[in-house]
């Protein structure tokens, strides 16, 4: 199943794809993964790769933009 994040129309796969083509993690892309979690109905890989992200965020692999 497909869970296309409310808030922008994307999957998470396609926000997966950003955040890895750019290196960092915009406010647009965690509303979107906050919106999708919220859902509470993503697949196990949908999950697994947020937790990538996350994991890449913690080891500095990706970087988190600041809102302002």
Do not use: C, P
């Not at 919220?38 to 996350?54: F, G, K, P, W």
Request: hydrophobic letters at 45%; a negative charge; aromatic letters at 12%.
């Amino acid at each position: 199943m497909i869970v296309y994040v409310n808030f922008y129309k994307q999957t998470i796969s396609e926000i997966f794809y950003q955040i890895w083509q750019t290196k960092q993690i915009s406010a647009r892309h965690r509303w979107g993964l906050m919106s999708a979690l919220m859902q509470d109905s993503l697949s196990e890989d949908e999950r697994d790769a947020i937790d990538r992200l996350l994991h890449a965020v913690r080891r500095g692999w990706l970087q988190v933009e600041d809102e302002a």
